[in-house]
T-cell receptor, first 114, second 112 residues
């Protein structure tokens, strides 16, 4: 079954610690994305990558970092510099550029920082 | 700042009724339009995409696009309790740096 796998589903961390969220896809999609969703809010783009070894900042990249060393993988690191990291994080992929291709989402990682 | 607005909510309809969800957008050159359904605690799933003016039907769902008025809507006929979810409108423009912009969503509740 093709799809996007995010792990873990729930993640707890102490303030001041960095944490990495995993995202793997076997859809052979070129583009991958990270979104953040807060209660009652829409999705906000953190980072995206249209090709291996290249990625771009989204609307709220501060306090986050990514890498795209393989087509299948796009991990997101939430650093201690992110002021309000508690949120629902969604990874997505698309066959082509974000402009015309619909997004396929993973099941999400719910991060809680205390 | 390109915006996507979904203002009228939450929405409650009785089972069997037509639910009408509306979305307006600010970028005149927007070309691709999507509706996603998101159940509570889950990730969004694509239910409709539309690219040209007019109506597009898929089962009980109809997407309507009016580029001149800059709105896109989703009609759900014969609403079922299982349709209760948040519906996200997403809009994108063309160009090398085109980006998908999501609305905040509208929560639909279908009463049995």
């Amino acid at each position: 079954d093709g799809g996007i796998t995010q792990s873990p589903k729930y993640l707890f961390r102490k303030e001041g610690q960095n944490v990495t969220l995993s995202c793997e896809q076997n859809l052979n999609h070129d583009a991958m994305y990270w979104y953040r969703q807060d209660p009652g809010q829409g999705l906000r783009l953190i980072y995206y990558s249209q090709i291996v070894n290249d990625f771009q900042k989204g609307d709220i990249a501060e306090g986050y970092s990514v890498s795209r060393e393989k087509k299948e993988s796009f991990p997101l690191t939430v650093t201690s510099a992110q002021k309000n990291p508690t949120a629902f994080y969604l990874c997505a992929s698309s066959k082509g550029p974000q402009g015309g291709s619909p997004l396929h989402f993973g099941n999400g990682t719910r991060l809680t920082v205390t | 700042q390109k915006e996507v607005e979904q203002n009228s909510g939450p929405l409650s309809v009785p089972e069997g009724a037509i639910a009408s969800l509306n979305c307006t957008y600010s970028d005149r050159v927007s070309q691709s339009f999507f509706w996603y359904r998101q159940y509570s605690g889950k990730s969004p799933e694509l239910i409709m995409s539309i690219y040209s003016n007019g109506d597009k039907e898929d089962g009980r769902f109809t997407a309507q696009l009016n580029k001149a008025s800059q709105y896109v809507s989703l009609l759900i006929r014969d609403s079922q309790p299982s349709d209760s979810a948040t519906y996200l409108c997403a809009v994108t423009s063309t160009g090398a740096n085109s980006k998908l912009t999501f609305g905040k969503g509208i929560t639909l509740s279908v009463r049995p």
